[in-house]
């Protein structure tokens, strides 16, 4: 415990300058600009902000792209709150009650209660991947190849899995994923696959604009697809002054419980912030007393779903830092950041870069603490971003995302293979195909095949049954696949059952 | 199948996206013409389309190179897109029950897609005019054009976007991250 506390410490020194923590507030900022405008989630403004930090440090790059992750899961409260848009996918929960608190002319009380839920939740959550995360990167280093793998698949299924019901078309896309991260130089002995006689895939895809095409480009075409030149947002003219700080005091189960339950939801591969706000907002309403306000104005409700999303960015970095398994779509990215970096995830980051790593924890309780008062003081204007002109929003991301794919090599195929995967994410949005698992295939891919023939160099095949742990792991990657099979039928079954009986 | 395996390696890549686009052309007159799959032939196609480069995969895997430690081992360069081939064939099984069963929402119909594709091709072009134009006229044209297309009439906004967008990059990408872009051919000589 001590040991946590003063490796913390050493973190702290690490962001600790004026240079840090500026990159955390720009990051910060960012990171709600793009949460608080409708369409541009988390992933996508992390993904596009990618680029930018091939020139900075490590550290550096890594603590302004985890302050755009925390930063994004709040922004997107905003838009929910003020206009009934959520600005992210996570923060859907928190218009249900916040919206009907605006129109009880309590938005001030909303827009309060969400963003310091956010920043305890948040809190709470860096406290659980502290305790959680340590422990584990010293089990991982213990970790055979054959367990590696087994590993791998397991975080892959779940992902596959757990994405909602389109589970079936999460698992081609991840399985499409790992066989695109064939093409290039076999990463053991070196030989040339699926290159086609293009020399600039000798080394797979470059991830970048694989990313931001897949996340960026694929969401604003939908978007221009779809968009509306007649369609106004609608401005409600309210008062957003924010209640005193004591008037939260009577929320602090609520929110410790939901940053809980979005931090341990989070933990596992593909359960996003999505899902823990809903699984969050859930408990609290069964535990309220009065569980008939949920929906029509409860602050518990817009509690819940907040400390649960931003719960779950810790939730979701715990096996990204300690297992090299990225937790969601935007630790994903950040995994890729991590790799543009010559840095590889797993727990050998604990021990090979342990002030990065602890800089990192650092610097999201630097992220939160800048957050609330980003957001306390500046509560009005980020309302307005919502506000902004498509026009001239769409336009802008389209160059943005050429420009970081173009700048990375100064490449044409690059930008191409970004036009490519963008059209590829449009497809996959217009028919229910989650992108993410598409990516975690590309990025666990090569640690994959790397673990699979060093266990078939040592042991055969019969390294994957002999470990009990390889064992377990694959069990519970069957059970992933099996899940969603079973809870289908039985839901059939209940609709039938239901259908039957006398009303 | 190594001798299809080597001829598909000795063609142009242009050749093989052309044979996997009339395949999928082929797919789709299939799938229009059938009731049951009608209404969710776009859905389909999307499985179809990662199962025929599955399948162009493996057959390409036979001509790939083995080495005598890598065939001792019994871990192969061939071992894993072969792996996943065959789980990709059992979950694309899924996936055409999944999409094929009667509750399966069907496709959505396409929107304004013709102007989606159209700025991602004039992205293309824009990129294309880089060596020429240089980076900040030709994306300054992109940007106007897109606003345009998208129905911007406020003259001021017009002319500021593109502007600022050039001054921002410039600053970012030249003086703070040290990342030159291309100033273009015609403007040369004048930096």
Known sequence: MGEIFQNLAMGFGVVGNFQSVLWILIGVCVGILGGAIPGISPSMAVALLLPMTYAMSPTVALIMLMGIYIGANYGGSITAVAINTPGTPSATVTAFDGYPLLKKGRAGEAMGISLWASVFGGVISIFVLMFFSVPLSRAALKFWPSEYFALCIMGLTTVATLGGKNWQKALVTCLFGLLLNTMGLDPTFGIKRFTFGVTKLFDGFEMVPVLIGLFALGEVLSNLEHYDPKAAVKREDVDYKMPKFSYYWKLKWSIVRSGLVGCLIGIFPGAGGTIASFLAYDVEKRMSRHPEEFGHGAPAGVAAAEASNSGSVGGAMVPMLTLGIPGSSTAAVLLSALMIHNLTPGPQLFTNEPQLVYGLFASMFVANVLMGLVGHFGAKVWVRVGYIKKTILYPLIFAFAILGSFSIKKSMFDVCTCLAFGIIGWLFKKYDYPASPIVLGLVLGKLIEENFVQTMMVTGPIGFVTRPLTVILFLISIAAIAYPIISERRHKKKAAAAKDSPA | ?191
């Open chain 2, 1 to 191: 199948m190594t001798a299809l395996s080597t001829w598909l390696n000795s063609l142009h890549y242009g050749y093989i996206v052309g044979g996997i686009a009339v395949l999928m052309v082929g797919f789709y007159f299939l799938f229009n013409a059938i009731p049951r799959t009608k209404p969710v032939k776009a859905q389909l196609l999307c499985v179809v389309g990662m199962d025929l480069i599955t399948l162009l995969f493996y057959i390409l895997t036979f001509s790939l190179r083995v080495s005598k430690m890598a065939a001792q081992s019994g871990a192969t360069p061939r071992t894993m897109p072969r792996l996943w081939a065959f789980l990709m064939v059992l979950a694309s099984v899924g996936a055409y029950v999944a999409i094929l069963k009667k509750d399966n929402r069907p496709d959505r119909g396409f929107d304004r897609w013709v102007f989606a594709l159209m700025v991602g091709l004039g992205s293309i072009v824009s990129v294309l005019c880089f060596q020429w134009l240089g980076y900040y006229l030709s994306s300054a044209i992109f940007i106007v054009a897109v606003m345009i297309a998208m129905g911007e009439k406020n003259k001021l906004q017009l002319i500021l976007t593109p502007v600022i967008w050039c001054v921002f990059t410039y600053f970012v990408f030249n003086k703070f991250l040290y990342i030159t872009l291309p100033v273009g051919s015609l403007f040369k000589g004048m930096f």
